[in-house]
């Protein structure tokens, strides 16, 4: 398609251009599930304004329904459920440092929603400027609020479902109590609230060799891994140090 790279040959360039159709033909796809996406018809009513924990402008603790993580002339909210506790069967280790590192492991935070959280702590101001965004967990907001001044998180909204069903509801949390980080979108008409989307990716079945994925169009982390000879691997996975 008029492009060649320095020292290329020319079994490289027909086999990218192999490549680069495939790309078009995923571009393509990858629109046409958003247009249907944004075609759903209308979701389910959100059962009750769910009252979270966060921090008010003031720094101190206050309490904060859903209905006010809505911000004026901005009708769509994301919520990523991050799993803090982490999953009982995650083993990888804590934090190397900070009172994080004081829990017990089953009680700490999971490090792939960590990661996710880094490259979402970045995006977050520019995300604002259309739509709200939030990230809960269930842990106590003392913890997750510590946690994030440990990493650094300086954009994010901060929430703990702690003492709500907002977790079990929307499925960031299984039947047994454990957590799961599930991406829920909301939309607000009027003084309607109803569920949009969720990345339900995370509870279909997985082809061989693969993961969810069910947040894996957002994540930067694992799709540049895709853009390299090897690939995403299969002896690596997100640590809360290295």
């Known amino acids: 398609m008029g492009i060649t790279f ?43 304004d769910y009252t979270f924990h966060g921090q008010g402008t003031d720094g101190d603790p206050t309490e904060v329904p859903l209905s006010e993580l809505f911000a004026p002339g901005k009708d769509s909210l994301v919520i990523y459920s991050m799993m803090f506790p982490r999953d009982p069967e995650d083993q990888r280790p804590g934090p190397d440092g900070g009172l994080t590192k004081l829990l ?23 995300v604002s400027q259309r739509i709200n965004l939030a990230v809960a967990g269930k842990a106590p907001l003392g913890r997750i609020l510590t946690f994030a001044e440990e990493r650094g998180w300086r954009r994010l909204r901060l929430l703990s479902s702690a003492g709500t069903t907002y977790n079990r509801d929307y499925f960031g949390e299984t039947a047994d109590g454990h957590q799961r980080p599930m991406l829920n979108v909301f939309q607000r008409d009027g003084q309607t609230i109803r569920h949009f989307w969720g990345s339900e990716l995370l509870y279909a079945p997985t082809d061989p060799g693969q993961d969810p994925r069910h947040v894996g169009t957002i994540e930067p982390l694992w799709n540049l891994y895709d853009l390299t000879p090897s690939g995403r691997g299969t002896d690596w996975d997100e640590q809360l140090s290295y």
Do not use: I
């Not at 495939?22 to 959100?46: D, K, T, Y």
């Not at 492991?105 to 101001?125: F, I, K, N, R, Y």
């Open 6 to 48: 320095p020292g290329e040959s020319a079994e490289y360039r027909v086999a990218r251009d192999r490549l680069l159709e495939q790309e078009v033909e995923l571009r393509r796809a990858m629109e046409s599930v958003a247009e249907e996406r944004r075609r759903l018809p209308p979701g389910g009513m959100v059962p009750v």
């Open 104 to 126: 017990p492991l089953v009680e700490g935070p999971c490090p792939s929603c960590t990661a996710l959280l880094d490259q979402l702590d970045g995006v977050a101001e520019h």
